[in-house]
């Protein structure tokens, strides 16, 4: 309105309402009520103009009509853009909701890389931590593309291992096993546990198991292998088949037993022993072979084996299928899996019967030696040949020596003090060490109150118990050795007597008449010398005058024992006849 009242023109306000409504219609957002209201205000600037600024040149059904042609317009532009901007808010909606599913699907596609990441990443972990060497190589050359760090084993670090062939690094010490491996490779793809010796760089052989397959990685044909260091596994079977040979082969009973003493180990031995084939054993309880429930074990030894202890030397009474009794000595030992786990018992038993039968022949032998030793009338002792120490002694030995047992045990005899010369008891050793044994030699011995008696010591060297021991006799003869002296005074006596007396004294042999003896009378009234005499007879001497008087005298002699007062005639060597 002010730019037609400035210029007393309405053109231009015309212009400008065609413009406004046609650029409302065309270009300004608004709704249709705004266009409307723009419009109705254009209307009244026009009407306005028409009263106060009229048109120049242009027709006012002109202006009319280009002004209702612009409401139009601009009306069906609005319709047309509404419809449009529908379409677009719809399209706008489906552009939006294909985002959001654009979005979820890069956002599990993400989600789905990252699992792929970390699964790469735990599978690289997994892959180098492994103890096994895991190998990638090329399926038509053979050479390494990729390898973890176990491969080390071999010597050879990753730098000096890609990109080379197993042949060109010789670490497969049988090329003829390799070629079946890569001919087995190509047909069946796949092979496992395929045993062979691997080569170290420093020339070390080493026990190798190796399983492989065929992958397709990164479109190549490779060959995706593991290996194994058995080196343990072969050391453990041989363990394993040096130990059931000795099952097998030990002449000992070996049985194993469940941690419910069932019996799940039976070796030949056992089935030798018992009577009882492993099958007949095998699954059944240990009183399979107990005589009676009274062997059975004790709740200690239960607990003590449970504990780790072994249990040694368990003698029970056991029954062999035949039915026959027999003794055996067991030793149980816990046994205990890798884990340290209790998972059972081994047994090992022998018949010690025999034994048995020996030690209790033996103890009614020492029994009744036992008894022989303390009723030996001579005083015996015991002692050990290396130092002298007394191990037993009977009773009379305690009489003779006056010591009670507890002071002579373990104790040797120059410690009492029974020898009254120490040279005689180095004697004495000295002959048992040379011939193993003394017999009568004479010693002075003391007993304990100072008394001296002569002895006469007979010893031996012998065994018992495992040792050498000296069993020693000794006996008092004392009053022997008085008698003795008394018998050489009687003697000495008889001899004085013998020589001294007027009467001729012949001592002869009653059984040949052979003198032994003649006495000086004799020699004397006779005239034979004593040296004549001996050895020869009253007969051959020619003394007897009538041998009707020596055949009386004999005859008495023989039934009477002796012969007094007999009168007979003797011839002398001169022939003299005496009376």
Not at 49 to 78: H, N
Not at 245 to 265: K, L, Q
Request: aromatic share 8%; glycine share 6%.
């Amino acid at each position: 309105g002010a730019i037609s009242l400035a210029t007393n023109s309405a053109d231009e306000l015309g212009f400008l309402v065609l413009g406004l409504v046609s650029a409302a219609g065309f270009l300004v957002p608004w709704s249709n009520w705004w266009h409307l209201s723009l419009s109705l205000v254009g209307i009244g600037a026009m009407l306005a103009a028409e009263v106060w600024c009229p048109f120049s040149q242009v027709p006012l059904a002109v202006r009319w009509l280009m002004l209702l042609a612009s409401i139009g317009v601009g009306q069906f532009v609005i319709s047309q853009r509404k419809n449009q901007r529908q379409k677009l808010d719809n399209q706008l909606k489906r552009l939006l909701a294909v985002e959001r599913e654009l979005r979820a699907q890069i956002a599990e596609r993400e989600a789905a890389q990252r699992r792929v990441k970390e699964r790469e990443t735990l599978l690289e972990e997994i892959f180098e931590a492994s103890p096994d060497v895991i190998t990638v190589m090329n399926l038509e050359d053979g050479k390494f593309s990729y390898m973890n760090r176990a491969l080390g084993l071999s010597g050879y670090s990753k730098e000096e291992l890609i990109g080379k062939t197993i042949d060109e690094l010789g670490i497969w010490a049988d090329a003829t096993k390799l070629e079946e491996l890569f001919a087995q490779l190509r047909s069946a793809k796949t092979v496992r546990n395929i045993e062979f010796m691997l080569r170290r760089r420093d020339g070390a052989l080493l026990p190798c198991m190796a399983s492989a397959t065929v992958a397709n990685l990164g479109g190549q044909p490779s060959i995706v292998a593991v290996v194994r260091d058995i080196t343990a596994l072969k050391r453990a079977q041989e363990a394993n088949a040096f130990w059931t040979a000795v099952f097998s082969s030990s002449d000992v009973a070996i049985t194993t037993t469940t941690t419910d003493f069932i019996y799940n180990g039976w070796n030949p031995a056992a089935e030798r022993l018992y009577g009882y084939r492993a099958q007949e054993a095998l699954g059944k309880s240990l009183t399979l072979i107990l005589a009676s429930a009274r062997g059975a074990l004790t709740d200690d030894m239960i607990g003590a084996l449970r504990g780790g202890q072994v249990v040694r030397e368990l003698e029970w009474e056991c029954r062999r299928k035949d039915g026959k009794l027999i003794v055996c000595s067991f030793t149980i030992s816990p046994v205990y899996s890798a884990a340290g786990d209790l998972i059972g018992y081994s047994a090992l038993s022998y018949d010690i019967t025999a034994r048995r039968q020996a030690e209790q022949r033996l103890a009614q032998r020492e029994t009744k030696f036992r008894e022989i030793f303390n009723l030996n009338p001579d005083p015996v002792s015991v002692s050990l040949a290396a130092d002298g120490r007394f191990l037993d002694m009977n009773d009379r030995w305690l009489h003779l020596f006056g010591f009670s047992r507890e002071e002579v045990l373990n104790r040797r005899p120059i410690d009492l003090g029974i020898w009254v010369d120490v040279n005689d008891l180095r004697t004495v050793h000295r002959s048992l060490q040379r011939w193993g044994r003394v017999i009568n030699y004479e010693a002075m011995f003391r007993i304990k109150g100072g008394r001296q008696f002569v002895g006469l010591v007979s010893a031996v060297v012998t065994e018992m118990d495992g040792a050498d021991v000296i069993l020693c006799f000794v006996r008092d003869i004392s009053e022997r050795k008085k008698a003795e002296r008394q018998l050489a005074e009687s003697e000495a006596k008889l001899r004085q007597l013998f020589e001294t007396t007027p009467d001729a004294i012949v001592v002869a042999s009653l059984r040949n008449e052979r003198i032994l003896e003649v006495n000086p009378a004799f020699v004397s009234l006779s005239g034979y010398t004593r040296e004549e005499a001996l050895g020869s007879s009253p007969l051959a001497l020619n003394l007897w005058v009538d041998l009707g008087q020596r055949r009386a005298f004999y005859a008495e002699l023989e039934s009477k024992g002796m012969v007094t007062n007999m009168e007979a005639t003797f011839r002398t060597r001169d022939g003299r006849l005496i009376q």
